[in-house]
Nanobody, 120 residues
Framework: QVQLVESGGGLVQPGGSLRLSCARSGSIFSINAMGWYRQAPGKQRELVAAITSGGDTNYADSVKGRFTISRDNTKNTVYLQMNSLKPEDTAVYYC??????????????WGQGTQVTVSS
């Protein structure tokens, strides 16, 4: 059974930094992409950043130049480094993996979410 566990969220002042981590346990046959999404109260979940199996990255316009996604395949972990945080970055952040399970099914795997609050 695949589990994604996020950590690193918390309360930070505007302009501060946080690094989110998402550790995967369990095996996936193949991974297409890993990413971070966020959902603020009253808003839809949105893609923040993603990294493909080939290492290509893409970012939401609102976080370009401030956030960096990376991965450590040896640790089955994906990271989101968030700098110059703004109050509008406040949300629950979710880790996501898009991949194929051993039965051939394309799946979306989600973590439980970690709260990020940017406030003075």
């Amino acid at each position: 059974q695949v589990q994604l566990v996020e950590s690193g969220g918390g309360l930070v002042q505007p302009g501060g930094s946080l690094r989110l981590s998402c550790a995967r346990s369990g095996s996936i046959f193949s991974i297409n992409a890993m990413g971070w999404y966020r959902q603020a109260p009253g808003k839809q979940r949105e893609l923040v950043a993603a990294i493909t199996s080939g290492g290509d990255t893409n970012y939401a316009d609102s976080v370009k130049g401030r956030f960096t996604i990376s991965r450590d395949n040896t640790k089955n972990t994906v990271y989101l480094q968030m700098n110059s945080l703004k109050p509008e970055d406040t949300a629950v952040y979710y880790c996501n993996i898009k991949g194929r399970s051993y039965d051939g099914t394309l799946r979306n795997y989600w973590g439980q979410g970690t709260q990020v609050t940017v406030s003075s």
